[in-house]
């Protein structure tokens, strides 16, 4: 996604579930968040390819530990990328599953 493209949201369009459409969710409110999501492409033993957070404005000096907002080890997944988003805007840590 180009970061400086607008975000459109359409209330009529049929929920899409596919993982392009979810990956695609999660990057959009990353976008929304001024943050980047990064997926690394590399799989061996103990590492799977997922994704790492990165807040930009954080970065202007490079990377380092504090630019970074999640999946340290590139481990996490769309749907966990959306949840840490949610979590920053509402300001909850979850202990568990919402009853």
């Not at 400086?4 to 899409?16: E, N, Q, R, Y």
């Not at 957070?53 to 590139?74: C, E, K, P, Q, S």
Request: aromatic letters at 12%.
């Amino acid at each position: 996604m180009n970061a400086s493209s607008p975000i459109v949201l359409s209330w009529s369009t049929k929920f899409d579930w596919s993982d392009a459409a979810q990956e695609q969710r999660a990057c959009d409110a990353c976008a929304c968040l001024g943050w980047q999501m990064v997926r690394s492409n590399l799989e061996d033993d103990g590492h799977w390819g997922g994704y790492q957070v990165r807040i930009r404005a954080y970065m202007t000096d490079g990377l380092h530990d504090g630019a970074i907002v999640g999946g340290f080890g590139f481990e996490l997944w769309p749907h966990e990328v959306l949840q840490l988003a949610r979590d920053h805007i509402t300001g909850w840590e979850r202990e568990g599953p919402i009853d």
